[in-house]
């Protein structure tokens, strides 16, 4: 568990390279200088760890490509105390980044092995989500509800209902929409009944699935 002066080193850079592709929050880039990536990934991995790329973890996950984290990040403009729902904690590297911008996090895995990986392994270097849950992102949280954003990080083929009610009005949710390859999909909610949606883009990400595992 070790994170030297080269691993901040880094990390710097990293950050740097997120600027040059777009992002621009300071408060994001400030989590991805401080969060030790190479401690979420398999340690053969390591040496890769800065990189801005998305490598395989437990369970025939990935962790995401840190440009991928930080522009879900950004463009939630998630704010102190929020209430967040991610689903899919995976590795815990997009919860750590969420609790960095000081959210109060709520985080859904199904993957039984992966969450209690996770859940084990995050309050050990510090983070601690308001609740880990294992069970199905496609229900969402409805005894939490209703959140400021939800975040989804697997690609969904379709946006699960459930989640659209458990927004507050004028919340957030982003989530990765399709098969193949996915559209970074924000709605944000205008009314009881009213939704606006924007297309953000192309992504891949892991597949979003039903029920747990």
Known sequence: MRDTSKHQGLRNQLAKVLMAKGITDKNVLEAIRKIPR???????FEAHAYQDKA??????????????VAFQSETLAVKPEE???EIGTGSGYQTAVLLELNAEVFTIERQHELF??????LPKIGY??????????YKG????????KIIVTAGAPFVPKPLLS???????LLIPVGDKTQVMTLFTRK?????????????????????KN
Not at 38 to 44: A, E, Q
């Open 166 to 172: 458990q927004l507050k009005i004028g919340g957030m």
């Open 191 to 211: 009314s009881a009944k009213e939704f606006e949606k924007k297309e953000l883009g192309d992504f891949a990400f892991v597949p979003m699935l039903e029920e």
């Open 116 to 121: 209690k990986k996770t859940s084990f392994f």
């Open 83 to 85: 209430k967040v729902l």
């Open 141 to 148: 949280l409805q005894d939490q509800a209703p959140f400021d």
């Open 55 to 68: 490598f395989p973890i437990a369970a025939e996950q990935t962790i995401s490509q840190p440009y991928t």
């Open 128 to 137: 601690k989500p308001k609740k880990f849950i294992f069970g199905d992102g």
């Open 38 to 44: 190479h401690l979420f990934i398999d340690s053969s």
